[in-house]
């Protein structure tokens, strides 16, 4: 039989200088061991200088309440702003009257700050609903409204809302205001 042809490699090998038995290709790579060891630590403190600022700069740390749209926080849009209203005007005085009770633990009220109960329906709009109370309560006029609001449980028995015994002038400065909410 003939002799196998020699199986020894047509070039050398390079050197092996890297450890255990890799070529250490340092001087062949664009950037060296060193920077790349110094950019890859920056690229790990600017990354936790920017996390730990976004974390530090979220509003709900100071105003100790969760983040989210308006519509998320409960409070429409709407409600900041409200209807437009002349000062000193009934509908004005009706506003500060519904402030004063506890009417917004119940109810969301377009333009009465902190109204953002959920137990009642949302007021916006009320001035222009045909009927209230889930459909119990005809309002097709503000002494209906107005009635409704002197003694919920004489209209619909059985209702969630209690009389929060306004007098009869301060009923009808509520209706004033609720009647600009269409
Ligand atoms: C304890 C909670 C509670 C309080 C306080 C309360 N409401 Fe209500 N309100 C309700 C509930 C519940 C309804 C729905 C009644 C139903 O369908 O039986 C309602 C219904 C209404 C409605 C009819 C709305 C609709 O579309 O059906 C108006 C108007 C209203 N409330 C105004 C007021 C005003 C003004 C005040 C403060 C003077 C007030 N409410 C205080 C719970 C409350």
Avoid at 55 to 73: C, E, F, I, K, Y
Avoid at 110 to 115: D, F, K
Wanted: charged letters at 15%; aromatic letters at 4%; proline letters at 9%.
């Amino acid at each position: 039989m003939a002799p196998r042809a020699s199986t020894a490699l047509a070039e050398p090998h390079p050197t092996l200088t890297g450890g255990a038995g890799l070529y250490d290709h340092q001087a062949a790579d664009p950037v060296s061991s060193k920077a790349a060891m110094w950019g890859g630590i920056s690229v790990i403190v600017v990354t936790t200088l920017v996390f730990g600022w976004l974390v530090v700069s979220n509003p709900a740390l100071r105003s100790d309440r969760a983040g989210g749209t308006a519509n998320q926080l409960g409070q429409p849009a709407q409600a900041a702003a409200g209807p437009d209203i002349a000062p000193g005007s009934p509908a004005f005085e009706g506003r500060q009257i519904i402030a004063s009770k506890p009417c917004g633990g119940c109810h969301v009220i377009p333009g009465v700050q902190g109204a953002v109960g959920a137990v009642g329906p949302n007021l916006a709009g009320v001035a222009g609903r045909t009927r209230i109370a889930g459909g119990a309560v005809a309002n097709s006029s503000p002494d209906d409204l107005k009635a409704w609001i002197l003694n919920p449980p004489g209209k619909k028995p059985g209702t969630l809302m209690p009389n929060v015994g306004l007098t009869d002038e301060e009923a009808t400065k509520v209706v004033d205001f609720l009647e600009t909410l269409k």
